[in-house]
């Protein structure tokens, strides 16, 4: 491998030694951000098939109640209908908190069904109690679907960001600091060999001294 997919750093021992511990924090590191990674994708997934159930009861409950409120409009005329809607209460009670889940922050939502009060108006038809009804529901649900698409909105953005870091790790970082390490310890055991070779010319020419010197 050419210079450029190595790390910058002196061939000596010490360094050698800190770069093998360095790659093995960076091994661990790239095993727990895997694991992560799978649990967040399988969470994806399981989110992905909740999302996709509550958004059809959404739709099926939106549907149901704005054919109530076309036969409510139908009976009671736009009028009446709108004077009536003025007078009602609050028929739902939200709220919103915090939540997490692996490390992914997001908003949960609850709904609570409030009683739904007589309305005092004459002229108010059945299909209008229908309407308050089914609009109630299909408030309920698109809390909750509010609250599944942001949760599966936000674990597909950690899962993405999860496997970029599992990429880099696998395929650019922790390859560089094996080929440095790789070519620190070839140039140690080059630099062993040419120590080595320096010694035996030594003996050799200290041999051949003593050889000459002897009558």
Same mark, same amino acid.
């Given at each position: 491998?050419?210079? +450029? =997919? @190595?790390?910058?750093?002196?061939?000596?021992?010490?360094?050698? !030694? #800190?770069?093998?511990? &360095?790659?093995?924090?960076?091994?661990?590191?790239?095993?727990? /951000?895997? @694991?992560?990674?799978?649990?967040? *994708?399988? /969470?994806?997934?399981?989110?992905?098939?909740?999302?996709?159930?509550?958004? &059809?009861?959404?739709? &099926?409950?939106?549907?149901?109640?704005?054919?109530?409120?076309? $036969?409510?409009? !139908?009976?009671?005329?736009?009028?009446?209908?709108?004077?009536?809607?003025?007078?009602?209460?609050?028929? /739902?009670? $939200? #709220?919103?908190?915090?939540?997490?889940?692996?490390?992914?922050?997001?908003?949960?939502?609850?709904?609570?069904?409030?009683? !739904?009060?007589? $309305?005092? !108006?004459?002229?108010?038809? *059945?299909?209008?109690?229908? *309407?308050?009804?089914?609009?109630?529901?299909?408030? %309920?649900?698109?809390?909750?679907?509010?609250?599944?698409?942001?949760? %599966?909105?936000?674990?597909?953005?950690? +899962?993405?960001?999860? =496997?970029?870091?599992? #990429?880099?790790?696998?395929? #650019?970082?922790?390859?560089?600091?094996?080929?440095?390490?790789?070519?620190?310890?070839?140039?140690?055991?080059?630099?062993? @060999?040419?120590?080595?070779? +320096?010694?035996?010319?030594?003996?050799?020419?200290?041999?051949?001294?003593? *050889?000459?010197? &002897?009558?």
């Amino acid at each position: 491998m050419n210079g +450029q =997919q @190595r790390i910058k750093a002196p061939p000596t021992k010490n360094t050698l !030694l #800190n770069l093998r511990k &360095q790659v093995k924090f960076l091994e661990d590191g790239h095993a727990l /951000l895997e @694991r992560k990674r799978e649990l967040l *994708t399988r /969470l994806v997934y399981e989110r992905v098939g909740e999302y996709r159930k509550l958004r &059809q009861e959404t739709h &099926q409950a939106i549907r149901s109640a704005y054919r109530w409120l076309g $036969v409510a409009h !139908l009976r009671m005329g736009s009028r009446s209908l709108q004077q009536a809607g003025l007078g009602i209460s609050p028929s /739902l009670r $939200v #709220n919103i908190i915090p939540r997490r889940s692996m490390g992914v922050e997001y908003p949960a939502v609850s709904a609570e069904r409030l009683p !739904l009060e007589p $309305v005092g !108006l004459l002229g108010t038809d *059945t299909s209008f109690d229908e *309407t308050r009804k089914g609009l109630t529901e299909a408030a %309920l649900l698109l809390t909750r679907l509010g609250e599944a698409e942001m949760a %599966l909105s936000r674990l597909m953005a950690e +899962q993405r960001k999860a =496997q970029k870091r599992v #990429n880099a790790l696998k395929y #650019n970082i922790i390859p560089r600091y094996r080929s440095t390490i790789h070519y620190i310890e070839s140039a140690l055991e080059e630099e062993e @060999r040419n120590v080595l070779f +320096q010694i035996k010319l030594l003996r050799e020419k200290e041999a051949r001294k003593a *050889t000459e010197k &002897q009558p």
